[in-house]
Each structure stands twice: as structure tokens, then as C-alpha cells.
């Protein structure tokens, strides 16, 4: 059996030697991580050399340096250059590889991953069939092969407005009209928030709704916990992306616990991009989870902020006291949380319990 340290507060911590490999023995499930922020920096130096797109950046070591920043305006605008050099379907390819490889390195065996069309859309060289067709038949090939369950939402992205939004939508009902695919589990509402409010987008989650997709958004990362109240009662979302500004409206904070909707946690997200969180010692999921909301652990873009998710799983028990029992409710709330159907989440939890039982 790994060891424990028994602290001052009554708690078991696993002894630091043994955090580690405690977590990556764990399997665990992703459910906010956006595809093109996961690729690596390896295949964006490939793209840009393929297409000539920046003579400037020499090698791989370059795009790190490229893609440091201080703020979620920063983050967007990187994000925006990463998905620039996506121009044909094969391109497309290095995502299905890079997020395999991901999950691999992290012991993730189910992920649910953002992808945002409407950059590549808006260039005009690739069709939305031409996006989609090289993920769900190269995820679908990981998954029969026996590697991770890999999913898709779809971004509908409040960065360029309602109509935009509801053209992705349109989209994305016509493409799942014409291929028989469980890979594709609903919709997201990302990009910038502020100035972007949840209400605009219900007509679009209305219809997705109807037609039986599932339904995300990000709210509470840069704007008040009126964002996040938007979005479970106007958008009816399922699931918060982030949720950071709920710590300030102990009303809603009930709200979500009463329905039980999961806050997709992202915290060195959160703490990199600075709008309520500038230490990770201060991010207030050990709060939420104290007073029983459902939170996830999540890492949001892994390259943009240099974290995997069994980096956040060490941070927060080093940083923020969460212990071995408060470890394993993250990973089952990751179950619980995924849009999984009950066989396949008994499933997980039957993995997950075979594995503790591996460590004694």
C-alpha cells in the first residue's frame, strides 16, 4: 500500500514520494481541453514549415516562446494563430495523434475534447466535413484499438457573434445528418466572455437541445457569477466551463449544487489568465468542493498554459490540501460529470476500482 502523512488538520496526504505515482495509476476522464491547444509543439513547428506560414519561427522551441502570455485576451489571440494552420484535412491528423498521446501520458482513458470550426471555417480552404471526417474516424480507430475514448464537442464560439454561432450549429446538424457517428456529443459555448453574454446564444442552445445534442458553456472565467447563472437558466447548460466567479454569489452556489451541475475546474488556466485567480493557493475549488458542488479537474489547453492533467492532480493536493479520498471524488466526479452513457460509466468506476485494489 502507498504510505500517507497524517497532518495537523486530521487528514490523510499522500507522502510526496508516492503523490505521483498514486495519480497516474488512477484512470481518469477529461472533460474540458480544447484539440488545438493540446497539440504539440513538434506538429505545430511541422504545419508552419508546411505552409510557409512564419519564416521567423526556426524550430519547435520557438512556438513556446511564442505562445507565452498574461491574460485570457492574449490567450485568445494565440489560440486563434494555432488554429490558422489547420488548412486541409490531413492537417487534421495531428490532433487525433497528439490527443492519443496525450491521454496515453496521462492515463486518461476517457476525454471529451473542444473543437472550434469557425477560424478554420472563416479561411475558406477546409469544409466542416473537411474538419470533422480525420477526427471522428481517427478517434473511432484509437478507440478499437484499444486506447483512450476520445469524444467531440463542438465550439460553436461566441467570438464572432450569434449568427456565426448558429451557422456552426446548422453545420454541425447537417454533417450528423449524413454520417451515422456516436463521436460527436453536443455542443460548447467558447471564446472571449466578456461582452459576449450567455443570453444571446439560447436560441442556438434551444435547437441543439431539441435535436438531442448535449450542451456546454464557458461561464465565470472573466465575467461575474451572472454569467454562470445565465448560462444554467437561460442556455440550460449541463455543465460550466470554469465557474470561477460562482465563489462570489453564495445563492448561486446552491443553485448549482441543488441540480447538480458540474464546474469543469481548470485552475492553472485560471491562475495564468489572471482575472480571479493570481495564486493557485487562492483558487476556490477547494471551496466548491467543501461545500459539495461537483467539480472537475481539468486543464483547459495544455500546451498555451504548460500543464497535463496529472499536473493539476499533484497541484491540488500539494497546493490546496486535497487528500487521497479527495483525490479519488475528483476522478469519480470526472465519471460523473462525462457525458457517458450508465454502462459505460459503471465501467469506468469498475476500472477505477480494480485499480485501487491493484494498489492494495
Do not use: W
Request: proline share 4%.
Amino acid at each position: 500500500m502507498k504510505s500517507l502523512d497524517y497532518n495537523q488538520s486530521g487528514a490523510f496526504h499522500m507522502a510526496p514520494r508516492n503523490v505521483s505515482d498514486f495519480i497516474h495509476s488512477l484512470p481518469k476522464t477529461e472533460i474540458h481541453i480544447h484539440a488545438e491547444a493540446t497539440v504539440s509543439f513538434d506538429s505545430y513547428f511541422a504545419l508552419n514549415s508546411k505552409y510557409g506560414a512564419d519564416p521567423s519561427l526556426k524550430n519547435p522551441a520557438d512556438f513556446r516562446k511564442l505562445l507565452k502570455m498574461d491574460s485570457l485576451e492574449t490567450m485568445i489571440k494565440n489560440f486563434f494563430y494555432l488554429q490558422s494552420l489547420f488548412r486541409s484535412p490531413e492537417d487534421f491528423l495531428y490532433i487525433v495523434s497528439d490527443v492519443r498521446d496525450y491521454a496515453l501520458r496521462n492515463t486518461i482513458s476517457y476525454l471529451e475534447l473542444f473543437v472550434a470550426p469557425s477560424m478554420v471555417l472563416r479561411r475558406g480552404e477546409v469544409d466542416f466535413a473537411g474538419i470533422m471526417d480525420p477526427l471522428v474516424e481517427g478517434f473511432a480507430a484509437v478507440a478499437a484499438a484499444g486506447g483512450p475514448d476520445i469524444r467531440i464537442l463542438v465550439d460553436v464560439s461566441r467570438a464572432f457573434g450569434f449568427d456565426n454561432a448558429a451557422h456552426n450549429l446548422s453545420l454541425l446538424l447537417d454533417y450528423l445528418s449524413k454520417r451515422s457517428t456516436d463521436r460527436v456529443l453536443g455542443i460548447g459555448l467558447g471564446g472571449q466572455e466578456a461582452g459576449n453574454p450567455c443570453r444571446v446564444y439560447k436560441d442556438v442552445f434551444r435547437a441543439a437541445k431539441q435535436t438531442g445534442l448535449h450542451v456546454v458553456a464557458h461561464a465565470g472565467e472573466e465575467v461575474g457569477p451572472e454569467s454562470i447563472r445565465e448560462a444554467v437558466l437561460e442556455l440550460g447548460a449541463e455543465r460550466i466551463g470554469h465557474g470561477t466567479s460562482a465563489i462570489q454569489d453564495p445563492a448561486l452556489m446552491d443553485l448549482l449544487k441543488e441540480r447538480s451541475i458540474p464546474l469543469e475546474i481548470c485552475p492553472t488556466s485560471n491562475v495564468v489568465t489572471g482575472k480571479y485567480v493570481r495564486r493557485y493557493e487562492d483558487h476556490p475549488i477547494r471551496q466548491f468542493y467543501d461545500r459539495g458542488l461537483v467539480v472537475t479537474l481539468n486543464t483547459d489547453d495544455p500546451v498555451l498554459f504548460d500543464v497535463e492533467l496529472e499536473d493539476e492532480y499533484a497541484s491540488v493536493e500539494r497546493r490546496l490540501g486535497f487528500g487521497r479520498e479527495a483525490v479519488l471524488d475528483l476522478v469519480r466526479n470526472g465519471i460523473r460529470a462525462a457525458f457517458m452513457d450508465d454502462a459505460a460509466k459503471a465501467r469506468a468506476y469498475e476500472a477505477l476500482d480494480r485499480a485501487l485494489a491493484a494498489l492494495g
